[in-house]
Structure formats: structure tokens, C-alpha cells
């Protein structure tokens, strides 16, 4: 049974940074993409970044391009998000989701992952 676990939210200042964590026990790495998502209230969710390891690209949403960066560590099976210069518009639930797949993710729709985490909680005060 593969299981995502999202975490590292938390409440933080326009300008700071955060990195996020997922951690994803019984998904094998091998022909995958990787992504984050969000939504915030009254808002569809979102995909911000993603990762297919076909050709080892990645694709960002324009509103997160140059601040965001998706990664992983295989060896630890966990999935990250670091987060610059954070905007109170990136106030969000954030999930992580992951998919076995020789498809390269782009853009990162939500329907082309088939696992989800438990979002985490990224709020930004102005």
C-alpha cells in the first residue's frame, strides 16, 4: 500500500521560506513523476510543481517559477518542496501526490497522479 505523508507547514512572514516534506513508503521510484499541489479557500487545487523521471524534467506554475524547486531523495523515499520568498498569496492546504508513470507531467495536472498525501497547512502574513 503506497502512503504519503505531507508535512512542514507552518505560519511565516512575506519573504521567508519553508521546505516541505513528503514522505512516501511503498512507491517504488522507478518510472514515476512526483508533484505538489494546493488549494486554497474557495479555490481549485493547483499543481505548482512537478517532476517526471522520463527524461528528469520538472514544471513549475508561473506563480511560483523561480522560487519554488521541487526535488527528491530517493534513498530517504521522500519528496520535497522548498519554498522562497513566500507571498501571503501562497497561503494554501499543500499536498504532495505521486504516480507510476513513463508519461512526462506537463503542466502537473491533479489527474494524472494516482496517490495523495494529507495536505499541510502553509500560511504567509503580510
Known amino acids: 500500500e503506497v502512503q504519503l505523508q505531507a508535512s512542514g507547514g507552518g505560519l511565516v512572514q512575506a519573504g521567508e521560506s519553508l521546505r516541505l516534506s513528503c514522505a512516501a513508503s511503498?512507491?517504488?521510484?522507478?518510472?514515476?513523476?512526483i508533484g505538489w499541489f494546493r488549494q486554497a479557500p474557495g479555490k481549485e487545487r493547483e499543481g505548482i510543481a512537478c517532476?517526471?523521471?522520463?527524461?528528469?524534467?520538472?514544471y513549475y506554475r508561473d506563480s511560483v517559477k523561480g522560487r519554488f524547486t521541487i526535488s527528491s531523495a530517493i534513498s530517504k523515499n521522500t519528496i520535497y518542496l522548498q519554498m522562497d520568498r513566500l507571498k501571503p498569496e501562497d497561503t494554501a492546504v499543500y499536498y504532495c501526490a505521486a504516480v507510476t508513470t513513463q508519461m512526462v507531467v506537463r503542466p502537473c495536472f491533479a489527474y494524472y497522479m494516482d496517490y495523495w498525501g494529507k495536505g499541510t497547512q502553509v500560511t504567509v502574513s503580510s
Open positions: 511503498g512507491f517504488i521510484f522507478d518510472n514515476y513523476a
Open positions: 517532476f517526471s523521471s522520463r527524461d528528469g524534467s520538472t
